[in-house]
């Protein structure tokens, strides 16, 4: 039978009883809820709708020529074109505590490099104290209570000033051909204020983290007070300012670290002496011995070996070997250049091949010094590298040295017997200390005076492990309050003894506190337990004070272990 075509009015006429019941319904549920008069899409962009107001406000009150209106469409954040040229204006931010000394440094760069010195918090109080401000209040509550002013008020003081260098046609070094160089002190004290102004004003190529105790901020800051004028120089706002420093600034640093963007500078020494490493960084940064780190490449590079090298010496060795059977070019880059990762224990050998071994690795990793340390990232070594029975090895501890003299790139290093080493070459101290790059930090054989030699570490982000001598009875613990500051996170004792207890407890009395240890190890002998096991844990809380009791247990032969984590290992 042939098909018969369907009747066109049947289509119009089951449309308009499809249209009428659609309208029918509408209208009923408008009667029931009016909010759903207004069009969906346009509730749930109201509160958006609303801030362009407010910026529009904000704008308005701190002189900022209006923008061009943006189309309708978001910015997509990954094409937002940034105020400023990376290429030709050099911005470095300067962080660190309050009253770490940043505004101090900042001057004294300037007078050595031609940077232009933008505070953030000096930008606020003018802003603050500028007549008919309308943010002038908001601005001094924020500053009084240590808060965070809303980032959309300081990066625009920040791109408003940067933008009125630029134009004043200035011909210092460093400053024409539409160039410029800018230290940004106090900025970006938050994760938000971080992300908008890389990605809408400019990229920072460096962060400058100076950093010291407290206590010594502390004291800075209170004699700063007594001339200053400055409202938030008293003891209420200081204690305030650190808190947000540590909850909102320190993620930022950490961020930035991440990214490889951080120079840390120990700020304790006299201002002379930290403006010489301040120096020494910025001269780095100008030499190009520092990367400008910029997160975005949009363009096809071709890659030197060196660079390859180092992007192979990045991948696990598998992976590593994989792509070395890619190419013969690439197999000869992996294997010779890309060492990353360096272990160093022959435990089971006999000495005399455990030599032979050790000095094969040596001489190939010394052989080429620039070409080879440079791509070792993480390198541990066992006890029994070194050690012939009861004996050292001294003929190999210099050429230790030597490696961590030139392993300018070491993250990680786990070294075993620090105090004998130390001893017999305090070379290595040395070199440990001035590494650069240095992240991990653990060292077991711990004696007294290691604290005093790791004050010096270059950087206090470096996370220490640190495991006390086997015989830690005569271990001085209250040593470890040089170390108050540094990021300590993991202790262990053997056997502290009385004398543990006598030293704990100086640290809680002087108010030493290690926020940053997560895990706390001991064990003690039965007489110490008897008579001081009950107070030692009391004592111990204070000082540690993010610790949890993990383990408590008095073993066969009566050993007390004790272990105590911060909750979020437990
Ligand atoms: N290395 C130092 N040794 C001793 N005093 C210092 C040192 N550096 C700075 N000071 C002093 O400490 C005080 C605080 O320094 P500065 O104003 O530079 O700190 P800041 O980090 O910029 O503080 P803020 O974040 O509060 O603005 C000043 O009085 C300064 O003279
Ligand atoms: O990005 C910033 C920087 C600063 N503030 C506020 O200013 C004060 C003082 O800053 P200093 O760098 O110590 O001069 C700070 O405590 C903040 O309240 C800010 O809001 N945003």
Redesign the pocket.
Known sequence: MPNKAPNPLYFLGLSLASFGAFYWLAKRREATYPASKQPRQNRLTAWHRCMPAIFDKIASALHIRKKQKRSAKPRMSAFTTPAFDNSKVTVIFVL?G???????QCANLVQDFDFCHLSA?DLLRAEQNREGSQYGEMIRTFIREGQIVPMEVTIKLLENAMRAALTEGRADEGWTDSRGRFLI??FPRKMDQAMKFDEEVCQSSLVMF?TTTEEEMLK??M??GKTSGREDDNEESIKKRFRVYKEQTMPVIEYYNNAHKVATID?T???EE?HEKAKSVVTQLFKGEITRNFSSISCSVTLSLDVLGLILSRLDTKSALTFSRTSKLFHTVATRQAVSSLTLDFARDSYKFKQKRLKAVFDYLLADIPGRLHYVHHLKIVRSCFWDGPFLDTGLVPVLANILENAQNLQTLYLEAMQPLAQRAPAIVNAIVGLPRLEKLKLTEVDSPTPKLLRGLHTTSVRLELEVYQNSTHFRFAELALLQGHNITDLTFSGPGPWGFYHAKLLQEQHIRFPSVRRFRACFVKGDVDTQGSRIIHILKPVFPNLEIFESQIEAGGVWRLHMCSTCCT
């Not at 309050?98 to 101090?104: D, F, I, V």
């Open positions: 660190g309050p009253g770490a000394g940043k505004g101090t918090g002190d106090g100076f800075r800051l004699e700063r700020a020494a006299t201002i930290v």
